[in-house]
């Protein structure tokens, strides 16, 4: 039985030519080209090969399960794919992962494997290469699925501990558009100010102590994009529409006038801003409101809904914060609202 690379080019061998990358750079305007390229094809181990790799990456030792062929072949093979360009690869860990991509060949390459696809669409060996492929891909998330069912109850633990928590919220805050201008209001010591720095292009951070900016100015001395002002909440040093974004971070319980601190949120936000007010929720412990020298003792969530509609927010939502098992403090709100 002849091989449908072997029938496209008559029963005679085609000549052994140079694999070199330098070939495949030479002029598409000569011939050299066009031969070297009909030359890497015109093996059926290649040609399943890059049927195999056209779909999905893989490594040396799932091909050679698929293609059952020992591993000097498939290397072999996969070198000379590599040189042509028809190849690519990339490492994880101590494995080469191998794919292909029609869009990424030059035109002759992908004229070429286009025509190769449609002669070998029926071919028996590639129909049974495919089923082996999908036991393959079948036992891959098995495994996975396996590990999941085995890891759920411990997965955040096994997470934290193996990656670590801060990429949880750098992922959360790689979402922000990179052209905000956010408002950090009641800055403290600038955690918030520091955390949103490498995610948009300026932070306004203002704070009426001292003491705090001091300790926020240590934070973010790495950070040249963020503005540190002194000044009060009922008064912001921030001009009218400069911001895209508003926080206040456990802040409104300090302050003696909750509705002047939210117009003057609302004053610095351009049309469509976005305001985010986390704070505590109703409790009656008065020796920690006294010990931590708050204000008042949380806010019920229908009353700051209309706090904020009185100063112009529209589409405000307030939710509970899940308490975190640590946690020795009331339990707080998260609220959100657009200008």
Same mark, same amino acid.
């Given at each position: 039985?002849?091989?449908?690379?072997?029938?496209?080019?008559?029963?005679?061998?085609?000549?052994?030519?140079?694999?070199?990358?330098?070939?495949?750079?030479?002029?598409?305007?000569?011939?050299?080209?066009?031969?070297?390229?009909?030359?890497?094809?015109?093996?059926?181990?290649?040609?399943?090969?890059?049927?195999?790799?056209?779909?999905?990456?893989?490594?040396?030792?799932?091909?050679?399960?698929?293609?059952?062929?020992?591993?000097?072949?498939?290397?072999?093979?996969?070198?000379?794919?590599?040189?042509?360009?028809?190849?690519?690869?990339?490492?994880?860990?101590?494995?080469?992962?191998?794919?292909?991509?029609?869009?990424?060949?030059?035109?002759?390459?992908?004229?070429?494997?286009?025509?190769?696809?449609?002669?070998?669409?029926?071919?028996?060996?590639?129909?049974?290469?495919?089923?082996?492929?999908?036991?393959?891909?079948?036992?891959?998330?098995?495994?996975?699925?396996?590990?999941?069912?085995? @890891? #759920?109850?411990?997965?955040?633990?096994? =997470?934290?501990?193996?990656? *670590?928590?801060?990429?949880?919220? !750098?992922? /959360? $805050?790689?979402?922000?558009?990179?052209?905000?201008?956010?408002?950090?209001?009641?800055?403290?010591?600038?955690?918030?100010?520091?955390?949103?720095?490498?995610?948009?292009?300026?932070?306004?951070?203002?704070?009426?102590?001292?003491?705090?900016?001091?300790?926020?100015?240590?934070?973010?001395?790495?950070?040249?994009?963020?503005?540190?002002?002194?000044?009060?909440?009922?008064?912001?040093?921030?001009?009218?529409?400069?911001?895209?974004?508003?926080?206040?971070?456990?802040?409104?319980?300090?302050?003696?006038?909750? @509705? #002047?601190?939210?117009?003057?949120?609302? =004053?610095?936000?351009?049309? *469509?801003?976005?305001?985010?007010? !986390?704070? /505590? $929720?109703?409790?009656?412990?008065?020796?920690?409101?006294?010990?931590?020298?708050?204000?008042?003792?949380?806010?019920?969530?229908?009353?700051?809904?209309?706090?904020?509609?009185?100063?112009?927010?529209?589409?405000?939502?307030?939710?509970?914060?899940?308490?975190?098992?640590?946690?020795?403090?009331?339990?707080?709100?998260?609220?959100?609202?657009?200008?």
């Amino acid at each position: 039985m002849m091989f449908p690379a072997a029938a496209a080019c008559g029963a005679r061998r085609a000549p052994i030519l140079d694999h070199s990358p330098a070939m495949v750079k030479t002029s598409t305007g000569q011939p050299d080209v066009l031969l070297a390229r009909m030359a890497s094809l015109a093996d059926p181990t290649r040609l399943r090969l890059l049927r195999l790799l056209e779909r999905h990456e893989l490594g040396v030792v799932e091909l050679c399960d698929v293609l059952q062929l020992p591993q000097s072949t498939v290397s072999r093979h996969l070198k000379v794919l590599g040189d042509q360009g028809w190849a690519r690869s990339r490492r994880q860990g101590t494995t080469h992962l191998y794919r292909t991509i029609l869009d990424e060949l030059d035109p002759v390459a992908r004229r070429l494997w286009l025509i190769a696809r449609e002669q070998t669409e029926q071919w028996a060996t590639v129909q049974q290469d495919a089923l082996r492929l999908a036991r393959l891909l079948r036992e891959k998330e098995h495994d996975s699925q396996a590990f999941f069912a085995g @890891a #759920a109850s411990e997965w955040d633990k096994l =997470r934290g501990e193996l990656y *670590g928590r801060a990429f949880h919220d !750098v992922a /959360l $805050l790689s979402l922000l558009p990179s052209d905000y201008v956010v408002a950090d209001l009641g800055c403290g010591t600038g955690q918030a100010a520091a955390a949103l720095a490498p995610h948009v292009r300026q932070v306004i951070a203002v704070d009426n102590s001292a003491a705090m900016l001091k300790a926020a100015k240590r934070r973010v001395a790495d950070h040249d994009n963020v503005d540190l002002r002194r000044g009060d909440l009922e008064a912001l040093p921030i001009d009218d529409a400069t911001c895209d974004a508003a926080l206040l971070l456990l802040v409104l319980a300090y302050v003696t006038d909750p @509705a #002047a601190v939210l117009k003057e949120m609302a =004053r610095v936000l351009k049309p *469509g801003g976005r305001a985010v007010v !986390v704070d /505590l $929720l109703p409790h009656d412990r008065d020796d920690f409101r006294r010990q931590m020298g708050q204000q008042r003792g949380g806010f019920e969530p229908a009353a700051l809904r209309q706090l904020l509609a009185a100063a112009g927010f529209a589409a405000s939502r307030v939710e509970a914060v899940p308490p975190e098992p640590d946690a020795k403090g009331p339990a707080l709100f998260v609220a959100t609202a657009t200008k």
